[in-house]
């Protein structure tokens, strides 16, 4: 049945900057879509810049819930214009928050969402349901203090990756909470419940407060992945011994099933924006999980943002944390895993390398000169039997990936790996090529555990890679993609329009909604999802003999970062 006369199903994404809702049908074509821009429409009224407010002196970074209650309304009449259809069409929800904010509701939250008032806007109405009028965003960096004490609970960083997939991190939701306990005691003590994002908009939009997600609930710091269910131990130590079980209560319990349907949608929607009071609400999850369910991801496929930061994501049935990286449950697949790593060095440090290059000739843009020196220099700078592999870091900003200072850095090897030396440097047309070579190597380093060969016969390597973001319309950097990480099937252009997160929520709900008795998200979705007019095929990715080059040189670039971390511990 297509979307003309089917049922249809809406996601909502609610980022940093705006507020996001597209509609697709069964058949996953896209209906409808509208938008709040938080600064162009709410910006002097709320006196935000680029969606937060931001406290220099303590490194506080917070929006104003508020403004996404109105934020709400108003996506809605929007979606409403412009629908070519009515509303009533709709028969599941879902979507995804930006992941570790967290909302507070306050004891007369229950009530007054299930009483809400259609003739009136949500947020004449909610006020009193927070017990905060302010959500932490995941730009805060105000946790310090809680991050070393998190990170040295249960017995240093790995042992707490272990546990929750990721070491301590400033925008988790359990060191926010640690710390708002400590200097907002009042707001802890009002407060009855903690949503983050993801739920927070689901609680809206049914009317009583939603559980946390599977998936986004890995977010916090708190949840101990191996048993599936809150860490008691972490939990006393956010709240406090005494306090383990009121915070327990204040969280609530986690939804395990990433689909299905948690209650129908609230009269008050039904009432002021025309929904069917049968249209079902189904798990929101976290921006990033939702992220992979947009194309959707099977198991030993990887996507490679290349923003103004780099994310690698893959979907693994393989649980292997590590505190420089961050494991989610998937979202809709119980047994597997989101893995994903992050880099502040990326788009912005591919950029200052080819701001260095000679100026170009004859009209050449910098890039087409940065291009031009990736594509005429081999792999690792080795033209000929003798040469010495050519390996750098270029941090422009510090990295987290791994936690070195900013700084550029030139080693050489030999081919197999051997005798690693930090050198002087080489020709400033040898960087381009370098840096992106540097960026895949890191990547493929940390996730060489996580793949098995796609194909009898070949390496282990990703079956396919998704290059997404700006740098994604780069040849040259696709060719050192695949060069490096390989890709079995190919490496893709990922364009689906800046709806990533939106179209993977409407994708859950058609999936939740729709599915037969144990139908997975990727039987359903995979069934009906075309490639057409979302992906291109843009590098051939493994080539024989390129690929095992790279693999030899893996330990000397793991020995380079060793060397840098050694350095920077005695400095």
Not at 122 to 127: E, I, N, S
Request: net charge negative.
């Amino acid at each position: 049945m297509g979307s003309s006369d089917g049922p249809l199903y809406l996601g909502f994404d609610l980022s940093t900057q705006q507020l996001k809702a597209i509609v697709v049908g069964s058949d996953l074509k896209s209906v409808a879509q509208a938008k709040v821009d938080f600064d162009g429409d709410f910006g002097s009224k709320y006196g935000i810049n680029k969606g937060v407010h931001v406290r220099d002196e303590t490194g506080e970074v917070y929006a104003p819930v508020a403004l996404w209650l109105e934020s709400l309304n108003l996506v809605l009449d929007r979606l409403a214009a412009v629908m070519p259809v009515a509303m009533d069409r709709i028969k599941g929800i879902s979507g995804s928050g930006q992941q570790h904010g967290s909302v507070w509701w306050s004891a007369e939250a229950e009530a007054l969402l299930a009483g809400l008032d259609p003739d009136r806007p949500l947020v004449d109405q909610l006020g009193k349901a927070l017990a905060r009028e302010w959500a932490p965003n995941w730009q805060d960096h105000s946790t310090q203090a809680e991050c070393d004490a998190f990170d040295a609970a249960l017995g240093g960083r790995e042992k707490l990756a272990e546990s929750t997939g990721s070491g301590a991190h400033h925008r988790f939701t359990g060191t926010q909470i640690m710390r708002i306990k400590r200097v907002e005691p009042d707001v802890y003590a009002k407060t009855a419940r903690i949503s983050l994002v993801s739920s927070w908009l689901a609680s809206v939009l049914m009317g009583t407060i939603a559980p946390l997600d599977v998936s986004d609930v890995c977010g916090m710091n708190l949840w101990d992945m191996p048993s599936q269910q809150y860490n008691q131990t972490l939990l006393e130590l956010t709240a406090g011994k005494d306090g383990a079980a009121e915070l327990r209560k204040k969280l609530g319990d986690v939804r395990m099933d990433g689909g299905g349907s948690m209650g129908a949608v609230s009269p008050y929607f039904v009432k002021r924006h025309g929904f069917s009071p049968e249209c079902q609400v189904v798990p929101f999850t976290g921006d990033n999980p939702a992220t992979i369910l947009a194309l959707p991801l099977r198991p030993l496929d990887a996507i490679v943002s290349l923003g103004t930061s780099t994310t690698f994501l893959m979907n693994t049935p393989k649980y292997r944390p590590d505190g420089a990286y961050h494991f989610f449950n998937h979202p809709t697949t119980a047994g597997h895993y989101m893995f994903m790593l992050c880099y502040k060095n990326g788009g912005l440090a591919r950029e200052k390398v080819r701001d260095e290059l000679p100026k170009p000739e004859g009209g050449a843009t910098g890039w087409e000169n940065f291009n031009k020196a990736v594509l005429d220099t081999p792999p690792l700078d080795v033209a000929k039997e003798g040469d010495r592999a050519k390996l750098g870091l270029y941090f422009y900003l510090r990295e987290t990936v791994p936690n070195i200072r900013a700084g550029t850095w030139r080693f050489d090897s030999e081919a197999d790996g051997s005798d690693l030396q930090e050198t002087s440097g080489w020709a400033k047309e040898k960087d381009p090529r370098i840096i992106v070579e540097s960026q895949a190597l890191s990547m493929r380093l940390r996730s060489q555990n996580l793949v098995d060969s796609p194909r009898d016969g070949l390496p282990a390597q990703p079956r396919r890679i998704y290059l997404v973001g700006g740098g994604s319309l780069n040849p040259a950097i696709a060719r050192v993609i695949g060069d490096v990480l390989g890709g079995a099937d190919g490496v893709y252009k990922l364009d689906v329009g800046g709806n990533a997160c939106a179209l993977g929520g409407a994708y859950k709900a058609v999936w939740a909604v729709e599915r037969r008795d144990g139908e997975t998200f990727d039987d359903l979705i995979g069934a009906r999802w075309t490639e057409e007019g979302f992906i291109e095929k843009v590098d051939d990715g493994f080539r024989d003999g390129v690929y095992q080059k790279y693999g030899r040189v893996l330990g000397a670039f793991e020995e380079m970062e060793h060397r840098l971390l050694a350095q920077e511990a005695q400095s």
